[in-house]
């Protein structure tokens, strides 16, 4: 049973600051990308972002480019989005997935999903 379970979301004013975190567990996988992705209230799912295996290639949605950041740690078991400068347009739920192939910013590329964590950003 592939677990993915997000963490770190909440309220912050615009401005501000989260990391949310990511775990992924109950396969040894290889090879694998981890992305993050966004909902918005009456809108689809969009990118976010994405890193790959070893973490020296990362991708990121226009809209967040220079204030998100994707990073993982070396036992390749957590995956982190640090975000700065948020905007209250960044207000959605958070939800981390696993990409087995295909295309890094498709979200039908990627087989493993979590529950979502909610980020509020207040103007």
């Known amino acids: 049973q592939v677990q993915v379970v997000e963490s770190g979301g909440g309220l912050v004013q615009a401005g501000g600051s989260l990391r949310l975190s990511c775990a992924a567990s109950?396969?040894?996988?290889?090879?694998?990308?981890m992305g993050w992705f966004r909902q918005a209230p009456g809108k689809e799912r969009a990118f976010v972002s994405a890193?790959?295996?070893?973490?020296?290639?990362?991708y990121y949605a226009e809209s967040v480019k220079g204030r998100f950041t994707i990073s993982r740690d070396k036992a390749k078991t957590m995956v982190y989005l640090q975000m700065n400068s948020l905007k209250p347009e960044d207000t959605a739920v958070y939800s981390c997935?696993?990409?087995?192939?295909?295309?890094?910013?498709?979200?039908?590329?990627?087989?493993?999903w979590g529950q979502g964590t909610k980020v509020t950003v207040s103007s």
């Open positions: 997935a696993v990409r087995l192939s295909g295309s890094y910013y498709s979200a039908s590329s990627y087989e493993y």
């Open positions: 109950g396969r040894t996988f290889s090879n694998y990308v």
């Open positions: 890193i790959n295996w070893s973490g020296d290639s990362t």
